[in-house]
């Protein structure tokens, strides 16, 4: 059975940060490409960070380059997400995505919101 189970969200206030996991299972972790997408209420989900199967070659979208940075462990078969100096517009439900060929596996969410 696949799983994808991200943790690491919470409430943080404007310029902290937070790291987002996402544990996967019951699949060949290391062959896919891992990708982290977030959806703010009201809005489209967007591509957040993209990270290849090797962890060699990453892209993080404009609106977080700088701030954000995406990871993975091959050996834990878990990618992670590095965010600092976080602000109110990065607030989100934030989604785990593992993708080879036709095979596209997601995750739960987890909420991120930032707010004084």
């Known amino acids: 059975q696949v799983q994808l189970v991200e943790s690491g969200g919470g409430l943080v206030q404007p310029g902290g940060s937070l790291r987002l996991s996402c544990a996967g299972s019951g699949f060949t972790f290391s062959s896919f490409a891992m990708t982290w997408y977030r959806q703010a209420p009201g809005k489209e989900r967007e591509l957040v960070a993209v990270?290849?199967?090797?962890?060699?070659?990453?892209i993080h979208a404009d609106s977080v380059k700088g701030r954000f940075t995406i990871s993975r462990d091959n050996p834990k078969n878990t990618v992670y997400l590095q965010m600092n100096r976080l602000k109110p517009e990065d607030t989100a439900v934030y989604y785990c995505n593992a993708r080879k060929g036709s095979a596209d596996y997601w995750g739960q969410g987890t909420q991120v919101t930032v707010s004084s």
């Open positions: 990270i290849g199967s090797a962890g060699s070659s990453t």
